[in-house]
């Protein structure tokens, strides 16, 4: 009887320990009778003063938790699997990973801590004035028209931070870190305003950092299906027949388009960026449709959707407008005396909007809120777009929380989804998408894109997209051509023009101009099977859709702050970004198919010549980018190069002209021989929360080079809208294209192509 009595006792005390460090603080006393707290959070190691408590923020997931072991001796703290934080007697923090001892200078003040330093930093954020350079040395968080920046950063030393607060200062979040030389030493300090956390995350790479980043903050929630094809957006929808009229021409010219977005106009007759600090107008409506473009609400909501399959979202600003419903919140205080910051970056007070500003922070307001937004949903508005609510760091949080309770109290399973113009950490877990901001329209604003994206992502939101075309002045055919063939390769494809300027749609530019967009709108929906399964692998794992060069490639150190070319899950982009159609791109060593080109080939389904446009020719591989040798070419308008390596597999649609259609016709898989290769397809009822249930198909497509078989197995129930039919094409090293013949898309099931030779579409 001693040896169940035994691990009994041992069960208990392993379960007491466990209990214990679930909510295990160490408290230290350091020099100048200071005293640090070390914790854990998640996937995070967290120091703070234990002058006072852990904040609370809306940065972190909620629903994460903590456990770790004490560490004792000389220095004290605590201990994970991933790493340990500890501090000795003199106030030096230590944090052990697998990669080595990060350690800080002595602490000796309440705010500020400084860590030795010896690589780069990513993260943090963007704006114009810092989007060609990936990695950062001096970020003051804040949010803006076109910038933000965030308290995180990844630091090659092998970890990620992340600094919480006690409160913001309006539009700034006083959590400021700056990379300091010392001779031959560098430092990064944090400088802290008020009460503060850091977390640290121990991360040997880029990749492992923002995974741990965004289990800490949560993961993205795949957006509804629709979020992933084309939205067209303008100030100045005129009248009911003009919706109409575009929406049919977009049908007529084949332009695939799944959503339309509306300005001002869609609920009110006048802007209110005239009205006075704190007052409003008796005939300003704030929520409601305008009858001159939505006489019949309801009806038109459902017909547009039935007749066009086009969803319709509206701009909401965070303020009131109307003078009687302003007077009622303000004796409510549920008002802010805050102010929208001016245009430009960076933001400067007073500002607009004084005083008008809805406090979303208050959990009544939201309430409130969210029963006045009852009934736009139940007359069928999709989403909202989100703008002008810089006026607090954790404004567009709020806000969004308001909104997505308003939607789930009208439609408990239908999925969240907005797009709003800024951003802090946290706001993705909501559903929430973003946007680059009122960009101009020039070509160096274009160029700023890639690099805005890219460092977005890493700062905390990896669901981004622009104004395509630029939003402030006239654009060209040719530069919203270039701009369409960027977005297109962003999570969210969008144009957008201000008002009194020729609205973006593809028909006005001219014959070239349109057969160019129509192409590329054909891509962008031709890779939504594929940008769909990304979006849902990075909510089960964190690991981003979208993401640097110096991600997947790290020992290359020509890409390693390279912003102008991105990587779009195995896809390599690099659009053209200049006037005058010059391009030069680097592939990191090896084989590339040029994509581009290979989809080309087999829409066509004849022999091209497809000799790589950039680096060097070759007669012999036709399909192949060899040796790159960066030299510059001119590249036609409707050329978007796009390089993928042997062993992709990818999974593509057909050219649809909305996401309903989505697996009405044959699955396409393309794969790129040279190497084995996988992918997940995922398929689910593209609008509801059901998948986080389990309620999808995920389909493990795998390629094995040396038997030249394609091989399938799926789990789950196939969705309603899911593929019933699979075909597919192998590219091999020579550059020879072949297609299978159609299949049935079983739960499981083959394709070899060593039986296939009268289908070789060209050798």
């Given at each position: 009887m001693a040896a169940p009595r035994y691990g009994a006792m041992k069960l208990l005390l392993l379960?007491?320990?466990?209990?214990?460090?679930?909510?295990?603080e160490v408290v230290a006393d350091i020099p100048q009778g200071r005293r640090l707290a070390l914790s854990c959070k998640g996937p995070a190691l967290r120091l703070r003063l234990a002058s006072?408590?852990?904040?609370?923020?809306?940065?972190?997931?909620?629903?994460?938790?903590?456990?770790?072991?004490?560490?004792?001796?000389?220095?004290?703290?605590?201990?994970?699997?991933?790493?340990?934080?500890?501090?000795?007697?003199?106030?030096?923090?230590?944090?052990?990973?697998?990669?080595?001892?990060?350690?800080?200078?002595?602490?000796?003040?309440?705010?500020?801590?400084?860590?030795?330093?010896?690589?780069?930093?990513?993260?943090?954020?963007?704006?114009?004035?810092?989007?060609?350079?990936?990695?950062?040395?001096?970020?003051?968080?804040?949010?803006?028209?076109?910038?933000?920046?965030?308290?995180?950063?990844?630091?090659?030393?092998?970890?990620?931070?992340?600094?919480?607060?006690?409160?913001?200062?309006?539009?700034?979040?006083?959590?400021?870190?700056?990379?300091?030389?010392?001779?031959?030493?560098?430092?990064?300090?944090?400088?802290?305003?008020?009460?503060?956390?850091?977390?640290?995350?121990?991360?040997?790479?880029?990749?492992?950092?923002?995974?741990?980043?965004?289990?800490?903050?949560?993961?993205?929630?795949?957006?509804?299906?629709?979020?992933?094809?084309?939205?067209?957006?303008?100030?100045?929808?005129?009248?009911?027949?003009?919706?109409?009229?575009?929406?049919?021409?977009?049908?007529?010219?084949?332009?695939?388009?799944?959503?339309?977005?509306?300005?001002?106009?869609?609920?009110?007759?006048?802007?209110?960026?005239?009205?006075?600090?704190?007052?409003?107008?008796?005939?300003?409506?704030?929520?409601?449709?305008?009858?001159?473009?939505?006489?019949?609400?309801?009806?038109?909501?459902?017909?547009?959707?039935?007749?066009?399959?086009?969803?319709?979202?509206?701009?909401?600003?965070?303020?009131?407008?109307?003078?009687?419903?302003?007077?009622?919140?303000?004796?409510?205080?549920?008002?802010?005396?805050?102010?929208?910051?001016?245009?430009?970056?960076?933001?400067?007070?007073?500002?607009?909007?004084?005083?008008?500003?809805?406090?979303?922070?208050?959990?009544?307001?939201?309430?409130?809120?969210?029963?006045?937004?009852?009934?736009?949903?139940?007359?069928?508005?999709?989403?909202?777009?989100?703008?002008e609510g810089e006026h607090d760091y954790f404004a567009f949080h709020h806000w969004n929380v308001a909104q997505k309770q308003a939607l789930e109290e009208a439609h408990p399973k239908r999925r969240f989804?907005?797009?709003?113009?800024?951003?802090?950490?946290?706001?993705?877990?909501?559903?929430?998408?973003?946007?680059?901001?009122?960009?101009?329209?020039?070509?160096?604003?274009?160029?700023?894109?890639?690099?805005?994206?890219?460092?977005?992502?890493?700062?905390?939101?990896?669901?981004?997209?622009?104004d395509s075309g630029g939003f402030v002045g006239e654009t060209s055919g040719e530069l919203l051509v270039r701009w369409l063939q960027v977005a297109a390769f962003m999570p969210i494809m969008r144009v957008h023009s201000e008002l009194k300027v020729k609205p973006h749609w593809p028909w006005l530019w001219g014959k070239d101009a349109a057969n160019a967009m129509r192409q590329i709108l054909n891509l962008r929906y031709r890779l939504l099977p594929y940008h769909y399964s990304l979006a849902h692998a990075q909510y089960e794992t964190g690991d981003l859709w979208i993401k640097p060069l110096a991600m997947d490639f790290p020992d290359d150190p020509e890409v390693n702050s390279l912003t102008t070319q991105w990587m779009d899950g195995s896809i390599l982009v690099a659009p053209v970004l200049n006037e005058d159609s010059s391009h030069e791109v680097h592939l990191p060593r090896g084989l590339w198919y040029r994509l581009d080109k290979v989809l080309q080939a087999a829409d066509q389904t004849a022999r091209k010549s497809l000799k790589a446009v950039v680096g060097r020719r070759t007669e012999t591989r036709p399909q192949l980018v060899a040796e790159p040798s960066g030299s510059k070419v001119t590249l036609s308008l409707d050329e978007v190069p796009c390089y993928v390596r042997p062993g992709t597999v990818l999974p593509l649609s057909s050219v649809v002209q909305h996401s309903d259609d989505i697996g009405n016709t044959p699955l396409e898989v393309f794969i790129f021989g040279g190497a084995d290769g996988e992918f997940k397809l995922v398929e689910d009822d593209g609008w509801s929360t059901n998948y986080m249930q389990g309620a999808k198909r995920s389909t493990q497509l795998t390629w094995s080079d040396a038997s030249k078989t394609l091989s399938w197995q799926s789990s789950g129930a196939p969705p309603e809208q899911g593929f019933t039919a699979i075909a597919a094409y192998l590219i091999d090293v020579e550059g020879n294209m072949t297609k299978a013949p159609t299949k049935k898309l079983m739960a499981a099931g083959t394709i070899s192509f060593k039986a296939v030779s009268t289908n070789t579409i060209f050798q």
């Open positions: 379960l007491l320990n466990a209990c214990r460090g679930a909510g295990l006072a408590a852990p904040l609370e923020t809306p940065m972190l997931d909620p629903g994460l938790s903590g456990s770790c072991t004490e560490v004792q001796g000389k220095e004290r703290g605590v201990s994970t699997a991933a790493g340990s934080l500890t501090v000795d007697q003199l106030g030096v923090v230590r944090l052990r990973t697998p990669g080595g001892v990060i350690s800080s200078i002595p602490v000796r003040s309440d705010q500020m801590i400084g860590f030795y330093q010896k690589k780069r930093l990513f993260g943090g954020g963007s704006s114009s004035q810092d989007s060609h350079d990936l990695t950062s040395t001096k970020v003051i968080p804040m949010v803006g028209n076109t910038g933000v920046y965030t308290p995180h950063y990844y630091s090659e030393d092998g970890y990620a931070a992340l600094a919480v607060l006690e409160k913001t200062d309006k539009n700034k979040y006083p959590a400021v870190y700056e990379m300091k030389t010392f001779g031959s030493s560098q430092r990064v300090y944090w400088y802290f305003t008020g009460a503060w956390d850091l977390y640290l995350m121990p991360a040997q790479t880029l990749r492992e950092g923002t995974q741990a980043l965004y289990t800490l903050t949560g993961r993205p929630p795949v957006p509804p299906r629709y979020a992933f094809g084309f939205m067209a957006s303008r100030w100045g929808w005129q009248d009911r027949v003009y919706i109409e009229d575009t929406l049919q021409q977009f049908r007529d010219g084949q332009f695939p388009l799944d959503a339309i977005i509306m300005d001002f106009e869609w609920f009110t007759n006048e802007t209110d960026y005239g009205y006075a600090p704190g007052e409003g107008q008796p005939y300003y409506q704030d929520f409601g449709f305008r009858d001159v473009l939505f006489p019949e609400p309801k009806y038109q909501l459902a017909d547009y959707l039935q007749r066009y399959h086009v969803r319709v979202a509206g701009i909401r600003k965070p303020r009131m407008g109307n003078s009687k419903l302003l007077q009622e919140l303000d004796v409510k205080r549920w008002l802010t005396e805050d102010c929208e910051p001016s245009a430009g970056y960076p933001p400067s007070y007073p500002g607009y909007a004084c005083g008008r500003h809805v406090n979303f922070s208050d959990a009544a307001v939201r309430d409130w809120y969210s029963g006045q937004m009852q009934p736009l949903i139940n007359a069928g508005m999709a989403f909202w777009w989100n703008d989804f907005s797009l709003n113009r800024a951003f802090s950490p946290g706001m993705a877990r909501l559903g929430a998408a973003v946007w680059t901001g009122d960009v101009l329209a020039s070509w160096d604003w274009l160029r700023n894109t890639p690099g805005t994206m890219l460092k977005w992502v890493l700062a905390g939101h990896p669901m981004v997209g622009c």
